[in-house]
């Protein structure tokens, strides 16, 4: 199984700065046939179900903002928020969907400061 | 617009059984791969199950092989998942997910849309 491992698990930012989230696989999900990283990243609000922002590892979902942007290749992510607003608050999970069972980091949730 | 619509969930004892349902509407839901997802209180996201647009092929979590079943009735675009010999560990909401098109190869999905989850307590 691919062991999906986020950092940080809690991360406090001041309104209108860069928050950033690591996700770690643990063997490459980069399908090289295709040069696609089959990673995804969601948003999930409490009571809410799960939203997708990126997948892809690096292409945006429709109506998500553009200060949400998705970078890695292999084994290393990074999931940005290039300027944090109060309704970015919210616990977000990476995904790998390259083989089953798909797997999930443990989430990393973002609060302000 | 895309809907789906989970139901069944409730309360029920160690060992017992429980099937959920989640009706789909606003997509052709035969030409979907679709997904059971679950998330116990409090914690992060399990993925359950999957089943192919023809209900050929089914895939499962290890923590549920051999107990749960997924199935699909593309006549009636409704998923099932038949959940039996129940455990604490599998309390949890659980989610019916569609991917986005082109968002899956096999069972490998990636999720565009989610219902608003059922819940199911395992519990004497």
């Known amino acids: 199984d691919i062991v999906m491992t986020q950092s940080p698990e809690y991360l406090a930012v001041s309104l209108g700065e860069r928050a950033t989230i690591n996700c770690k696989s643990s063997?490459?999900?980069?399908?090289?046939?295709?040069?696609?990283?089959?990673l995804a990243w969601y948003q999930q609000k409490p009571g809410q179900p799960p939203k997708l922002v990126i997948y892809w590892a690096s292409s945006r979902e429709s109506g998500v903002p553009d200060r949400f942007s998705g970078s890695g290749s292999g084994t290393d992510f990074t999931l940005t928020i290039s300027s944090l607003q109060a309704e970015d608050v919210a616990v977000y999970y990476c995904q790998q969907y390259y083989s089953t069972p798909l797997t999930f980091g443990g989430g990393t949730k973002v609060e302000i400061k | 617009e895309v809907q789906l619509l989970e139901s069944g969930g409730g309360l029920v004892q160690p060992g017992g059984s429980l099937r959920l349902s989640c009706s789909a509407s606003g997509f052709s839901f035969s030409s979907y791969v679709m997904s059971w997802v679950r998330q116990a209180p409090g914690k992060g996201l399990e993925w359950v199950s999957g089943?192919?647009?023809?209900?050929?092929?089914?895939y499962y979590a290890d923590s549920v092989k051999g107990r749960f079943t997924i199935s699909r009735d593309n006549s009636k675009n409704t998923l099932y998942l038949q959940m039996n010999s129940l455990r604490a560990e599998d309390t949890a909401v659980y989610y019916c997910?569609?991917?986005?098109?082109?968002?899956?190869?096999?069972?490998?999905?990636?999720?565009?849309?989610w219902g608003q989850g059922t819940l199911v307590t395992v519990s004497s």
């Open positions: 997910a569609k991917p986005a098109l082109g968002g899956c190869s096999g069972g490998r999905c990636y999720w565009h849309y």
């Open positions: 089943v192919s647009e023809g209900g050929g092929n089914t």
């Open positions: 063997q490459s999900v980069l399908y090289s046939s295709y040069n696609k990283n089959y």
